[in-house]
């Protein structure tokens, strides 16, 4: 495996740690919400968005078209009695195109649960939750939830990504001590097919298996507290996870994030029996810098062993196209690299110009065929509203990762209103 691991763990050695709390069409939504954060138990707001987007169609040729976007989106987090808890998330995205002519909506019940705490150094939840991991930015391995969560693309920006999927049905228990804390939940099979219906509640995209994962956090000193991870897929060998952060100096931090197990390839799982199973490991690192100005800046290495190598991933359409778009199919549902090895730029830049204005960019680039994204936010936040201006850009030759997705470009406006 071709990484820098030697260079990673150099640098994570002798030296502070600590812990990171953690495609598409253009976003509507866009970065967290922070100007209509309050102490009430609901938050509601209402996003509508025009933009134009750019599109290969079926015939090959590039069509322009005009899209108009409207999504609600409700969270509610409340203690209806002492020790008892209530959360509820749940997110209605509809979308129009050219001109309001064509329409389409889907819901997406991000989380539905109850968490109860018998007491202070214990915690259970029973629900759907969305239950996810990693240090990373643009690429978490140990991420092992991710199948099927993405059920409306609402943001090619990673840190937006995660929040707005749908969660999967669980229980989980939790345990707090000194220094230490131990995390163990099961998910059961509740459906075997995912569903296309806009309010379907679409438990076979996220309860297709039994699933268990367990997650242990030990701080073995003031400067070091990492996370092991066990998950355990019906039919599937485990896979083992590590989350490691470091603090390099008071403006950079850097990060390790890996996985591995024996598992099937991903051209054995999109386009064939999942046989030949071999070790496979994963890996996102990366070092992020903030400057005094609070501008941010990541630089990511992300490495997928399950995908495929630059000649096989070239070859593939070639040799068959069905078999390229099934792969391509399988990489989306599961949220995974296609092909072995990636970066990504991504920046943030707060209080641009003026306070309350925002700058995020990221740039993602594959590797193995010199395909890649390029995505713009400013958003601008005021107490109860938000304004936003997106740019998007795919680019790449014929089949390759983003030179074949359908979007080739698109800006979008968008006004966000907090009830």
């Known amino acids: 495996m071709r990484v820098p691991i030697v260079l990673t763990l150099a640098l994570l050695a002798g030296a502070a740690w600590a812990d990171d709390p953690d495609a598409a069409a253009l976003s509507l939504p866009g970065s967290e919400p922070q100007s209509a954060e309050s102490a009430k138990a609901w938050q509601l707001f209402a996003e509508g968005a025009v933009g134009r987007s750019v599109v290969r169609t079926a015939s090959l040729a590039e069509e322009a078209r005009a899209t108009e976007q409207l999504s609600i989106d409700l969270q509610i987090d409340a203690a209806p009695v002492a020790g008892l808890r209530a959360v509820l998330a749940d997110r209605l995205d509809i979308n129009w195109l050219h001109r309001f002519r064509q329409r389409s909506e889907v819901n997406t019940l991000k989380e539905a649960y109850l968490s109860w705490q018998p007491r202070d150094d214990a915690i259970v939840d029973l629900g759907r939750i969305n239950e996810y991991s990693g240090v990373a930015i643009g690429y978490n391995p140990t991420d092992f939830f991710r199948h099927g969560a993405l059920r409306s693309p609402v943001s ?13 049905v669980m229980v989980r228990g939790q345990k707090l001590w000194e220094g230490a804390s131990l995390t163990a939940l099961y998910s059961p099979r509740l459906s075997r097919a995912p569903s296309s219906s806009a309010f379907d509640l679409d438990w076979g995209a996220t309860n297709h ?34 989350n490691l952060t470091r603090l390099i100096t008071e403006a950079a931090v850097a990060y390790l994030e890996w996985s591995g197990g024996r598992s099937p390839s991903l051209s054995n799982e999109g386009l064939g029996p999942q046989s030949g199973r071999a070790f496979h490991q994963r890996l996102a690192t990366g070092l992020t810098y903030t400057m005094s100005n609070k501008l941010s800046l990541t630089l990511e290495y992300e490495y997928n062993g399950a995908g495929l190598r630059a000649m096989e991933w070239a070859q593939l359409p070639r040799a068959s196209l069905p078999a390229y778009l099934r792969l391509r199919e399988a990489a989306k549902v599961a949220q995974e690299m296609p092909t072995r090895r990636a970066w990504l730029l991504h920046a943030t830049w707060r209080d641009l110009l003026i306070p309350r204005l925002n700058l995020s960019a990221m740039v993602r680039r594959n590797i193995e065929d010199h395909s890649h994204l390029s995505w713009l936010e400013l958003r601008y936040h005021a107490s109860r509203e938000e304004l936003a201006l997106q740019w998007q850009r795919n680019a790449g030759e014929w089949f390759t990762d983003y030179g074949g997705l359908p979007l080739r470009s698109a800006w979008q406006f968008s006004y966000r209103h907090y009830f």
Not at 210 to 223: A, T
Request: proline share 6%; aromatic share 8%; no cysteine.
């Open 156 to 168: 090619v920006d990673p840190t937006v990504i995660k929040k707005n999927r749908q969660g999967s």
């Open 209 to 242: 298996h039994d699933r268990g994962l367990v997650i242990f956090s030990k701080r073995l000193s003031e400067d070091l507290n990492p996370q092991w991870l066990i998950y355990k897929d019906q039919g599937e060998s485990p896979q083992f996870g590590m």
